[in-house]
DNA sequence: ACATGTCCGTGGTATAGACCAAGTCGCTCT
DNA sequence: AGAGCGACTTGGTCTATACCACGGACATGT
């Protein structure tokens, strides 16, 4: 499937490429609408958008619902081995995170909890969704599960902080090991919904387990980000 | 965003996906031709593609082109800490693996690969390039930098199997870390090409860093991942 | 048995047009 | 100054059509 340059939309995506590149479309910035885009190469609007889509694709340019295409910020790194909670690393990568509390209910453990948490099914836990940002653009929601009986009133204290941290300072459950499994994903529905994207952009899922120094499992978390919003980076020993 | 399920498309998709839930369509198989499925639902072939972008995004479906739409087999696992190789890992989840060397040569180290490896420029170095399957479906290409000095005579070796073992066997080198970035990123051009995708693709680029006891850069691999070919599974202790 | 060539089906690209709903922004009224 | 309204712009969806290039199967020729 090689892409000779003769087609009409690798053309129209090198073109806005090169001049997001040079500087003529900073990022956080609008690029021209469609329409006019349109205009300046003589193309058809769905040779346009293809182009367009496939920059988003690359995460160089995302898109506002019916407001425009926008060049994309660039990622933040994200190091599972040294987990310093989201509004820590990224305030330290010099950008501005948010953290919206979207609901935090208490909830009976069921079958699949109850295997992973090793609690009875019927357990109290608390479930917890929030959604975080970063310079004003939600980049990630996340569903966090977590035993009400170690942190008992967990859901009545201020969640838009660093969870891990009310954790530790308030229960004293500090967090030993942490296991990451990431796999890139649709983001559709729900997930979409709240990110407010398009149902169908590409996203990374990350499914997180916190386990405690007893092997008991304290946290666990699945989040679903934008594809261009983060580069997840490990350094760890072979064993 | 949201999406009632008053958009065409949505019905489609999910039509589609309840088809393979269901069985109808197994993993491999094909599914009937774009303009076929556009009876069934009598609606625009745009509006049928559309739904099978969403569940390619997904991983659910990929593509051949001008062949046909198939059914994603599942994806592999892959720990970064623990790294058998990849013929090894795959095989032992029940798959079968594949390796083509595309092509091998010694290259003059640049500046960019001075700093990885803290070589003088000029320094000879292997350049390998690589492209694996799962089940003869084309999942990865990576690029391969190895310091010529650490490993003479290298690429006179067979390279289909795994570099590690033979750089560990041979050559007596071993890795005692590991350092892995990861990020969504987009198949195009090169590895779109030799991966056999359409340009555009949403893909898994993985930037591997292999280091000795001693600190000194064993080998430096970038790999581009067809985006539904795995689940990147990672186990640490919190430092 | 093995190349070679032809033909048809397939997805890939591109056009042109239409309508919709949500976002944006300026105007007006309070 | 602020709230509310309305016009306009924008991307989102959908239709219909056309042509192309590649893949694959089949037939043909050697």
Redesign the interface.
Known sequence: ???PDSLQY?GVRDDIAARIVAGEFKPGERLPSERQLQLGGGVARGTVREAL??LE???IIYRK?RSGWYVSPP?VVYD????EGFMSYVEAQGRRPETETLSKVEIACDGVLSQIFSRPVGAPMYWIHRRRSIDGRAVLIESIIVDAARAPGLIEHDLNGSLTSVLKSVYGVG????????????L??GE??AL?????????SLVRTCYDGKGNVVEFDREYWR??A??????????
């Open positions: 499937m090689q892409q690798i889509f496939q694709a690359e995460g619902d990622p599972p081995t040294r987990w967090v030993a090991r942490n296991k990451v499994d990431m796999r890139p994903c649709a559709t529905r979409a919904e407010r994207v398009k149902s169908g952009l590409p996203g990374l594809h261009d983060l580069t997840v980076s490990v350094d760890i020993r072979i064993r």
